[in-house]
Structure formats: C-alpha cells, structure tokens
C-alpha cells in the first residue's frame, strides 16, 4: 500500500527557476494538503484542497500555485524559486475535513534554493 | 486564533525512563488533540488522538489526556526504547473562523533521543 508518494526525495535550484513538487495517493481520499516544514517552526500550510478541481489558499500560499485536476494528484508550483523557500515540503491527505480525520503524510521533498 | 504551544526539546533519555512532553493549546471552538511522531528520514504519522475532554488517546504505550481545564495535551510512556527517538508534533484541529472546514495547527515540535 503506497499512501502518499512524493517526488522527488531532494532538490537544489537557483533562484529565479521553477519547478514543480509531485504528490500522488492511492487512498481515494477528497482531501489534500501541502505544508512546508522549517527548523523549529512545526508545520505550515501552504494550500489545500477539498477535492478534484477545488483548491485554496492555506496560511503561507505566496510564492506557490497548486492544481487538482484529479482525486489522486496535487502538484505544487513554485514559478520563481527564492531563498526563503528553502525547507521541507509535505504533502498529506485526510479521508474527510472533520477534525476526527487523521492526515497521512508522504516522506517530504527537501527543497534548498540557492 | 488557535495556538499550540509544547515544550522545547530537545529532551535526551536513557532507555526505561518516563517520558513526558508537555502541550497546551488555545482554540475558540471545540478541538480533536491528535499528536504525530516523526521518525528520521519520513513524513509525520498520527501516534494517538482524543476528541472530546477527558478522552484518553493511547497507542504503542504513549498516552495523552485531553484536559479541558487545564487545556493541555501531555505526552507520557512509562518506559521509553531508542526506537521511540524521533520528533514530536501536538497538534488540535478545529473549524477554521468563518469556514466549513477543519483547519490542523501544530505545535513547533520537541525532538526526543533515547540512549541505550
């Protein structure tokens, strides 16, 4: 059972470039999320989506895009890389919203922009 | 706003000591209180949750008691292993102010390492 797949594993851009983040779950969940994890700050959300073709904004989204065009992917675009970008990206995903829903997390992509 | 607020690590232990991660929380509405582990190297992953005061959430002989109260969290196990050594989130999810969605806060974190 895979869960939520992120790619890649590790990453290093220039500033100015653009990539984009992989996540993809096999769990048929509506529900996903995007978070970024710097050194003692816990975790923040960057985007989230509800389900296929919604999304919206979290409590960082500047810098960022994200597209849901299916239940199973949530990519995450990142037009024009900057140093303060730099951290570990999350993506998770929940059976429903309801505060009993446990997020499930993939094994992060560590993004270092230089 | 919502806030979580756990004591800073790191906390280092010898194997078989009792372990305790405080945890409080501020939140307008009714919250669930969840905390997840992060081992090296991966994603975080739910470790226990309580959903309503008094709940007790237990799992892999972590335990945690939601106190309305005291609006607190804690973490303990009795007898910590090496293989429990990892990072620590409490986190409480409650409905976002003026939405229909539930929104996860999570506190800073608190790295354990347990010595042999």
């Known amino acids: 059972n895979a869960g939520v797949t992120q790619t890649p594993k590790f990453r290093i851009l220039k500033i100015g470039q653009s990539m984009t983040l992989q996540c993809t779950q096999d769990?048929?969940?509506?529900?996903m999320y995007w978070y970024r994890q710097d050194p003692g700050m816990g975790l923040k959300l960057i985007y989230y989506?509800?389900?296929?073709?919604?999304?919206d904004k979290g409590e960082v989204p500047n810098g960022y895009n994200v597209s849901r065009s299916t239940t199973e992917d949530f990519p995450l675009r990142l037009e024009l890389a900057a140093p303060s970008q730099t951290s570990v990206y999350f993506c998770?995903?929940?059976?429903?919203?309801?505060?009993?829903?446990?997020?499930?997390f993939g094994n992060g992509t560590r993004l270092t922009v230089t | 706003g919502n806030s979580v607020t756990q004591m800073e690590g790191p906390v280092t232990l010898s194997e078989e000591a009792f372990l305790t991660i405080n945890c409080t929380y501020t939140a307008t509405g009714y919250p669930s209180l969840f905390w997840y582990v992060q081992y090296p190297g991966e994603g975080l992953q739910l470790l226990l949750k309580?959903?309503?005061?008094?709940d007790k959430g237990s799992n892999k002989g972590f335990e945690a008691t939601y106190r309305k109260e005291t609006t607190s969290f804690h973490l303990e196990k009795g007898s910590v292993q090496v293989s429990d050594s990892a990072v620590y989130f409490c986190a409480l999810s409650d409905r976002s102010s003026g939405g229909s969605n539930y929104k996860l806060t999570f506190g800073k974190g608190t790295l354990l390492t347990v010595n042999p």
């Open positions: 309580a959903t309503k005061a008094d």
């Open positions: 769990m048929n969940h509506n529900y």
């Open positions: 998770a995903s929940s059976y429903s919203g309801s505060g009993n829903s446990p997020l499930h």
């Open positions: 989506s509800v389900g296929a073709g919604i999304t």
